[in-house]
């Protein structure tokens, strides 16, 4: 099905170094990602691998939330 969406431009170029490293199409990749969002499991890049120009620090089972990376920050001086 085709439709019309706003994709914010870093979101927009991320799924577009998805679709390139897995040789699909970025709505392959949009669809992808919106249903495991919907079923709420994510599925971890492989290992070694940058997405959009990071690599993802592999799951250890906690979630970091903006108020820790903003107390850090503050701590830094960042």
């Known amino acids: ?6 994709i914010e431009d ?3 170029a991320a799924t577009k170094e998805l679709a390139r490293l897995q ?4 709505g392959h990749i949009v669809s992808k ?3 495991e969002a919907l ?3 994510q599925q971890a890049p492989p290992s070694g ?3 959009a120009g990071f690599r993802p620090f592999p799951a250890r089972g906690t979630l970091v939330t903006n108020e820790q990376v903003n107390v850090l920050r503050d ?3 960042v």
Do not use: C, H, K, Y
């Open 33 to 35: 990602l919106i249903r």
């Open 75 to 77: 701590q830094e001086g």
């Open 10 to 12: 870093d979101v927009l």
């Open 39 to 41: 079923v709420g499991r």
């Open 49 to 51: 691998r940058s997405v």
């Open 23 to 26: 040789n699909v199409s970025a």
């Open 1 to 6: 099905m085709r439709t019309t969406i706003d």
